[in-house]
T-cell receptor, first 115, second 112 residues
């Protein structure tokens, strides 16, 4: 099993450009998430998808859109990149355990720089 | 608003020293608790988790954490750290019906 995979690993964009970050999981998880990680800020949830066909905003959704393409794939789109979106982006997936716990599995991350 | 606090931003230790990283959360009900570790240049990995039962949980690489409900705390401990424990550590809390909330992280630097 590859677990959670993300592409690309690195990306440099100019202000105003658009791009889509791809995420896929092969663990048959229902829920998928997009986070951004910034120094001193920890991980902040951008969007999540509790199940195929549903998406919800997290803590910092402005400037982003998501698509849950199918059960495996969850993409994050920046329509018009801004320097404030320079960050490391992590995708994660999870399945609620029998005890209700939400253990998440993370991808390797995408390091995005917006100039 | 629900929150998770990690008291130490950066901890510096020598090898073989004992480690305790603090984590407090603000929820009042039933919670599931996690510690994740992020080694330099890598993604987050689960270190240990608490769902219910024995409040002292053991994880990988000799780490353990104790859930103290009365103090809303879930502190991470290791009796003797190694250079390879240098990483960033994140506490996270999940409550039913909400998203997983992460603390801001603690950077641990271990000198050999």
């Amino acid at each position: 099993n590859a677990g959670v995979t993300q592409t690309p690993k690195f990306q440099v964009l100019k202000t105003g450009q658009s791009m889509t970050l791809q995420c896929a999981q092969d663990m048959n998880h229902n829920s998928m998430y997009w986070y951004r990680q910034d120094p001193g800020m920890g991980l902040r949830l951008i969007y999540y998808s509790a199940s195929e066909g549903t998406t919800d905003k997290g803590e910092v959704p402005n400037g982003y859109n998501v698509s849950r393409l199918n059960k495996r794939e969850f993409s994050l789109r920046l329509e018009s990149a801004a320097p404030s979106q320079t960050s490391v982006y992590f995708c994660a997936s999870s399945e609620l355990s029998a005890r209700g716990g939400n253990e998440q599995y993370f991808g390797p991350g995408t390091r995005l720089t917006v100039t | 608003a629900q929150s998770v606090s990690q008291h130490n931003h950066h901890v510096i230790l020598s090898e073989a020293a004992s480690l305790e990283l603090g984590c407090n959360y603000s929820y009042g009900g039933t919670v599931n608790l996690f510690w994740y570790v992020q080694y330099p240049g890598q993604h987050l990995q689960l270190l240990l988790k608490y769902f219910s039962g024995d409040p002292l949980v053991k994880g990988i690489k000799g780490f353990e954490a104790e859930f103290i409900k009365s103090k809303f705390s879930f502190n991470l401990r290791k009796p003797s750290v190694q250079w390879s424990d240098t990483a960033e550590y994140f506490c996270a809390v999940h409550q039913a019906g909400t998203a997983l909330i992460f603390g801001k992280g603690t950077t641990l630097s271990v000198s050999s």
